[in-house]
């Protein structure tokens, strides 16, 4: 019996919400649900990261930094989820880009076990397209859209240019998505190999 985890990605604080859902194994590790979540939300993954959850943090591990006091950080490349999560309706967050502080609530919605082997993970679902990186958090991915909705705002062809003509805060590619979820699946897949 494989079992997987089916999860709702919500990025705090947006109104109308940025969601995805997604579905994993139970045997993925934190470093590559990162990937996945960086994917599906349309992020670039430039950025540092940190999963808590019921007083654990787990993110990257970097040898040259000195412990700065604080709870424990679990690796992300070695931590499961399944070392983790327990139940239906566990929730923990996925900060990324701490300046910007992309704050994401992961809701697990449910375990779902089955015979079939299926190409995990996929996205089932999702609304909006993630702000741009860099755009100054929250706040600032709002006065972005007011800026882009206004073509005689002084500022409109400068934030244009800068998010790009393709920009669309309405899109959201499930096709797309999971094409490179797919590529991303071949990737770990050929990394655990070597290992």
């Not at 000195?66 to 399944?82: F, I």
């Not at 992309?102 to 375990?111: F, K, N, P, S, Y």
């Not at 741009?132 to 500022?155: M, Q, R, S, T, V």
Request: hydrophobic share 35%; aromatic share 12%; proline share 3%.
């Amino acid at each position: 019996m494989i079992e997987y985890i089916q999860l709702k990605v919500s990025l705090k604080d947006t109104v109308p919400e940025i969601w995805r859902r997604l579905q994993v194994n139970r045997k993925t590790t934190f470093i590559e649900l990162h990937h996945s979540i960086q994917i599906a939300m349309g992020w670039k993954n430039s950025h540092l990261f940190e999963f808590n959850l019921d007083g654990y943090r787990v993110g990257t591990i970097y040898e040259n930094l000195e412990d700065s006091g604080r709870d424990v950080l679990l690796d992300a490349g070695e931590t499961l989820l399944t070392h983790i999560l327990s139940m239906e309706n566990d929730r923990f967050t996925y900060n990324y880009v701490f300046g910007d502080c992309w704050l994401h609530e992961i809701t697990l919605e449910q375990l779902i076990s089955t015979e079939e082997k299926v190409n995990y993970p996929v996205c089932l679902d999702g609304a909006l397209s993630c702000p741009p990186e860099d755009c100054g958090g929250i706040g600032g991915f709002y006065n972005l859209l007011k800026i882009l909705a206004d073509k005689k705002h002084p500022e409109y062809k400068e934030t244009r240019y800068w998010v790009g003509r393709k920009y669309n805060h309405e899109a959201f590619d499930l096709i797309k998505t999971n094409k490179q979820l797919k590529q991303l699946k071949r990737y770990i897949n050929r990394f655990n190999s070597f290992n």
